[in-house]
């Protein structure tokens, strides 16, 4: 029985701070979008379609992508009438948590092993996405601008912007 207890004792030492089981294998991004409904879709590293909804969302992304290799993602966010958005997701060593956790107390099995396999040692940023999508400029029947825009100069594409007269007003 002892013996029982002292093998139990080891085992949560060895793997309660391992970042797999502290953070999860897994991390919700919440997307949200001006003006909301806006199409969702997520891609990741391999231009495979992971997810795909509509705004508001909450969406559950796997952390890691191989041995000792976080997940990236790339989020594209549109909808009809307006210019998309692409966001990208990248990961960053949850240090506090891999590091130390596993240096103390998880050793050299949630180090080398658990964390790097499952994932856990991986932090998706951004962990919230809100964009507000800018109105598509509309074009007339001559392939003009139709109407009068007030936008700011960095909102313009490049492409369109050499295409534009600019009035400055004073």
């Not at 997810?51 to 976080?70: E, I």
């Not at 940023?125 to 100069?153: A, C, F, M, N």
């Amino acid at each position: 029985m002892k013996k029982l207890i002292v093998l139990l004792t080891i085992l949560m030492l060895a793997f309660s701070s391992c970042a797999s089981i502290v953070s999860g294998t897994t991390q919700y991004i919440r997307i949200s979008s001006s003006p909301t409904s806006a199409n969702v879709v997520i891609y990741d590293r391999h231009n495979m379609i992971v997810w795909s909804s509509t705004t508001p969302a909450l969406v559950n992304l796997r952390r890691g992508d191989g041995y000792f290799r976080g997940a990236t993602y790339r989020v594209e966010i549109s909808s009809e009438g307006f210019t998309g958005q692409t966001i990208h997701l990248t990961p960053s060593l949850n240090a506090g948590r891999y590091l130390a956790g596993n240096l103390l107390l998880g050793g050299v099995v949630g180090w080398l092993i658990i964390d790097p396999i499952l994932g856990g040692m991986w932090t998706l940023h951004p962990g919230i996405i809100h964009t507000s999508l800018l109105q598509s400029l509309s074009l007339d029947d001559r392939g003009e601008i139709d109407g009068i825009y007030i936008v700011l100069k960095e909102q313009i594409p490049p492409e369109v912007l050499d295409t534009l007269e600019l009035v400055r007003i004073n």
